[in-house]
């Protein structure tokens, strides 16, 4: 059997359509998901709140008791605890599609740097990229604050239109490039955005990368399949 990847939950009400981290058909391989009761998005994105941690934790070492090969978040902002949650399971985490972005910009030329979407811009900042290690790379930042993507994600609405949300993630992302022509490659914060990444791609005609694109490849090193 395949090796299954668990899944840190924030507890919310929104829709979790096909290519969002929360809906297991986005996976090809088994998912468990364990939600932290309490840890809305309200808390973690717009509050950052600390005492969140250690419910985290505790979930993080529920779910390597369980079998989970690894571990990833339902959300992107939970870089700021990826390395207390690395030490406390002897699993791989991955907290956020972050975790690319260093790889990403070395592949890109010299004086290229790497777009960042996220649900908040406000909100995104350095405890963040300390915790996935990016504090120092070439980047700018691009937010979905204002839209209606905003108001469904980090708002916990449970009305989504995804062709309205998907129309102002490509929205934002053009003019983040048009304006910031030195962005060779994008990587989608929010895990909420890979149901809207492949229109992305084909737009933008560059490298975007997104929590799945990080989970298949940690996967892969990770699985396990029939007997030895």
Known sequence: MDQMLGILMLDTH????????????????????????????????????????????QAAEQLEREGCAAITTSCGFLAMFQKELAARVSIPVFTSSLLQARTACGLLPAGKKIGILTADGRKLGMRHFRGAGIEDIPKVVYGMEGTHFHDIYVGDREDLDPARAGEELQRVA????????????????????????DALRNILKCPVYDILTLADQVMQSVRRTGSS
């Open 14 to 57: 929104f829709p979790r359509i096909k290519g969002d981290v929360g809906n297991p058909d986005s996976f090809s391989y088994p998912v468990r998901k364990l939600t932290v009761r309490g840890a809305s998005p309200d808390r973690v994105v717009r509050e950052a709140d600390p005492s969140l941690l250690e419910p985290f934790l």
């Open 174 to 197: 053009l003019r983040m490039m048009e304006e910031n022509p030195e962005v060779g490659a994008v990587v989608c914060e929010c895990t909420n955005m890979p149901p809207y990444t």
